[in-house]
C-alpha cells in the first residue's frame, strides 16, 4: 500500500469531520515554501527566477510553524527552490514531526544523500522524502538542464529507501514527454523502492522561461491515457502516492472543477492568492485568503484564460479526494478505481505503439524550441540537423 493506513485515516477523518462542519472550503494540504532559491534552473521552473535579493530571504521555523498552526491541514507539502538549502530544515521538520504533520519534503535529491550521511533527519511515518525525477535519465537530466543529476538523486534515494525513509517521486510532463519511456520510467521508480509515485502535467508559469512546451487540455488527457492504460504484463505493480480518481481526471475519463483552496500555499510573501501556481496578491493571513479572494474568478468555468489548460495536481488533487468523501458513489469509484487499475484500452495501446517509433527525448525537444530543423534516423541511430548560427528565427 502506497500510503499507511494511519494516514489515510487521518485525513479521511479530517475530511469527514469538514463536512459535518459544514465547511465548502478547507485545506487538505498545506504548500509551504521556506525559500526560492535552487541548485538547479530547470527551463520549466517559475520560482528561481526572482532577483538575487529575494532569492536570498527564508521563512524562519517560527513562521512556518505559524503558518502549519493557522492553517490546520493534516498534510504539509514543502517544496521550494530546494528545501535542503535552508539551513534550518531539520528544525522545521522536526517541528512539523512533532505537531503530528505528514509531511513531504520536494527535493531534487542533490544534497539529500550528504545531509542523510551527516544525521539531519531520522526515519519517520511523518516524513516522506518526495524526490523530482522527471523521467529517465536521458529525460530527466534534459529537463532540469544538468547532466548527471538522474544519477545523483537515484543515489540519494537508494541509500533513503535502505536507510527506512518514506520516499515517493515527483513527475512533471511537458509537450513532447515519450510516453513508453515514461511507463519505462516508472517500472525503474519501483524497482528502487519507493512508496509511490506523483505525476503531473507541467503548469506554463508567467516567469518560466520555457513557453513552448507546456501541455494544453486534450493533449494532456491523450498523453496519460496511453501511460497509464493497458497496466498489464506487469505494470500492475506501479504504486501512485495520489488519489486514482486524479489519474482518472488526467486519463479524461473524469470532469473535477479546481478547488485551489485544498492546497494553499504560504512563503516569503505571505499567503498566496489564488493558489500555487498564480500569483495574484498575497493575504496577511489564511483567514483573510479564504475569505476575501474571488474564488469564482478562476477555474475552467470562470473563463480564465490562465486557468483553461492547467490539470496541475495542487488544484484537482484535492477535487478528486474530495469527491472520495462526497457520497458512497465517490468512495465506491474511489475502490474500484483501485481494484481495477488495468484500464484495457486498445486504441490507446495502439497510438502508444504508433509513439514508439517517433522520435523523442532532447533531440526532439531542440526542433521543437528551433534549435534544429529535424530529426534524421539513420543505422537505426537518431541524430539532428542543427540550425546554422544566425539563422534561428
Known amino acids: 500500500m502506497p500510503v499507511p493506513i494511519s494516514q489515510m485515516w487521518t485525513v479521511a477523518t479530517y475530511v469527514l469531520k469538514q463536512k459535518l462542519l459544514g465547511n465548502k472550503r478547507y485545506p487538505l494540504v498545506l504548500m509551504l515554501e521556506p525559500l526560492f532559491r535552487c541548485n538547479l534552473a530547470c527551463a520549466g521552473c517559475g520560482k528561481i527566477q526572482y532577483p538575487a535579493h529575494i532569492l536570498k530571504k527564508q521563512l524562519t521555523p517560527e513562521q512556518c510553524f505559524k503558518a502549519v498552526e493557522e492553517c490546520g491541514a493534516p498534510m504539509v507539502s514543502i517544496p521550494g527552490g530546494e528545501p535542503l538549502l535552508h539551513p534550518q530544515i531539520k528544525e522545521i521538520v522536526e517541528g512539523l514531526i512533532a505537531r503530528r504533520k505528514y509531511i513531504y519534503l520536494c527535493t531534487n535529491a542533490l544534497l539529500l544523500k550528504e545531509k542523510l550521511e551527516a544525521g539531519w533527519f531520522k526515519p519517520s511515518k511523518y516524513l516522506t522524502f518526495s524526490v523530482h525525477m522527471d523521467g529517465q535519465e536521458e529525460h530527466h537530466d534534459f529537463a532540469v538542464c544538468r ?24 513527475t512533471t510532463l511537458f509537450q513532447g514527454a515519450d510516453p513508453n519511456s515514461v511507463r519505462g520510467f516508472f517500472d525503474e521508480m519501483m524497482e528502487l523502492g519507493v512508496e509511490g509515485m506523483m505525476v503531473s502535467p507541467g503548469y506554463a508559469y508567467d516567469k518560466a522561461p520555457d513557453q513552448k512546451n507546456f501541455l494544453g487540455r486534450k493533449r494532456t488527457n491523450e498523453l496519460f491515457e496511453m501511460i497509464l492504460s493497458n497496466r498489464k504484463d506487469g505494470k500492475r505493480t506501479w504504486r501512485f502516492n495520489q488519489s486514482p480518481l486524479f489519474l482518472e481526471f488526467l486519463m479524461g475519463s473524469r470532469e473535477y472543477s479546481c478547488t485551489p483552496w ?48 492547467c490539470m496541475v495536481h495542487s488544484g484537482y488533487e484535492a477535487s478528486a479526494v474530495n469527491h472520495t468523501f462526497a457520497s458512497f458513489g465517490g468512495m465506491f469509484a474511489t475502490v474500484k478505481a483501485m481494484i481495477f487499475n488495468t484500464y484495457a484500452n486498445p486504441a490507446a495501446k495502439s497510438r502508444l505503439t504508433e509513439e514508439a517509433a517517433k522520435p523523442h527525448g532532447p533531440m526532439a525537444q531542440l526542433v521543437q524550441i528551433g534549435l534544429a530543423t529535424d530529426v534524421v534516423e539513420k543505422n537505426g541511430k537518431h541524430t539532428v540537423k542543427l540550425v546554422e548560427a544566425g539563422s534561428a528565427a
Open 147 to 170: 547532466e548527471g543529476t538522474y544519477a545523483k538523486a537515484t543515489e540519494g534515494i537508494r541509500l533513503a529507501v535502505q536507510m527506512g525513509f518514506r520516499v515517493t517521486t515527483n
Open 262 to 309: 485544498g492546497m494553499p500555499t504560504y512563503n516569503i510573501f505571505g499567503w498566496q492568492k489564488p493558489c500555487y501556481l498564480l500569483q495574484e496578491g498575497y493575504a496577511d493571513s489564511f483567514r483573510e485568503l479564504i475569505a476575501e479572494t474571488a474564488w469564482d474568478n478562476y477555474g475552467v468555468e470562470s473563463g480564465n484564460p490562465k486557468c483553461q489548460n
